[in-house]
């Protein structure tokens, strides 16, 4: 008898257990009904059934609905046992630009494998939820949810441009592209001579930069050129507060550019003062016509902030000059 009553409570904590870690579709029995309409509580669970809820079947709501809560609830779990382990991980990689005892460099190396196991270890849930969500939905219905669960950042909050990359819209004949290509192909040599510090990097392509621009390009190019990395310049600056937290849907970040563009051939006519009032109302017809409730909540205190950073009478940076582009933005891929 004690040895039945044993075994019933083993296999009670194993079932606790394997409903805490499991990664399942439909999420343990007795914790989520199977047969109605899970509740979950991330905001962005509640947009992704909300915005599917036309094109699913009941079956599919049911079924969505319990990946979601489970995967809430695996998340919630994880987060308990390992947001103070990862805190105190942090904590120890710090010390690397601080003061560090003997020895310290083995424990910050240790800190930051603990760490990268971690977070790689939350993602994976993340990659296991896309997974079950693409099992249970049709192509075009995940592909919709995909873009809620992970949205794609808008253009001007994925890093800067890497300046290189404004040569494919200039409409360059095949002379120009074969000299760009001997130019560089020079560059690359250069970088491969067993002088070649980590440091020369950066000057071989700052040097073979300028020999494209002043070598390989058109009076025209040059200015589309310019006209090309003012207007990114302004776009990173004046949406800087419209952030990728804010999980733009792709509407809205298309809408955003339409506002931004007609903004900024405005303000090439305009002189700086009058530039400021046009990007100022841009930000203001953005707050107002294309963010939600939230969106606009997100932003509150930060609204207008990265118009504030600009100088008082609108000044904004300089075009890059014709024959050089030395005040080109940081040539760091997207």
């Known amino acids: 008898m004690k040895r039945r009553s044993m075994k019933t409570i083993a296999v009670a904590i194993l079932a606790i257990l394997a409903c805490s870690v499991g990664l399942t ?4 029995k007795g914790r989520t009904d199977n047969s109605v309409v899970q509740k979950v509580t991330d905001p962005v669970h509640q947009q992704l059934l909300n915005e599917l809820a036309l094109t699913m079947t009941t079956e599919q709501k049911i079924h969505v609905s319990a990946i979601l809560a489970t995967h809430e609830q695996n998340v919630a779990q994880w987060s308990a046992i390992n ?5 105190q991980l942090e904590a120890i990689i710090g010390t690397y630009h601080g003061p560090r005892a003997e020895g310290s460099e083995k424990d910050i190396k240790a800190a930051r494998n603990e760490s990268f196991k971690l977070e790689t270890e939350r993602r994976d849930m993340d990659t296991q939820l896309l997974a079950n969500m693409r099992a249970a939905l049709s ?9 809620i669960l992970n949205p794609t950042p808008p253009p001007w909050a994925m890093g800067p441009t890497n300046k290189f990359h404004f040569l494919g819209q200039l409409s360059l004949t095949e ?3 074969g000299t760009i290509k001997a130019i560089m192909a020079e560059a690359k040599e250069s970088l491969e001579t067993p002088s070649g510090a980590p440091m020369a990097g950066a000057g071989a392509m700052e040097a073979a930069w300028e ?6 390009l058109t009076d025209e190019n040059r200015a589309l050129l310019g006209d090309l990395m003012q207007r990114d310049r302004d776009q990173r600056m004046v949406l800087a507060s419209f952030t990728a937290e804010m999980r733009l849907s792709a509407v809205q970040t298309a809408n955003i550019m339409t506002i931004f563009d007609q903004a900024y051939a405005a303000g090439k006519l305009a002189d700086r003062g009058m530039k400021f009032s046009i990007y100022e109302a841009a930000l203001d017809e953005i707050t107002t016509n294309v963010l939600n409730d939230e969106q606009r909540e997100q932003m ?5 902030e990265a118009m504030g950073q600009m100088p008082p009478q609108g000044g904004m940076p300089p075009m890059p000059p014709a024959e050089g582009g030395q005040e080109a933005p940081d040539d760091h891929d997207h």
């Open 25 to 28: 579709q439909t999420g343990c």
């Open 83 to 87: 947001g103070p382990k990862l805190v």
């Open 139 to 147: 192509e075009q219905q995940f592909a919709q949810a995909k873009e």
């Open 175 to 177: 002379q120009q592209l």
């Open 211 to 216: 020999r494209i621009v002043n070598e390989a």
């Open 300 to 304: 509150g205190a930060t609204q207008g």
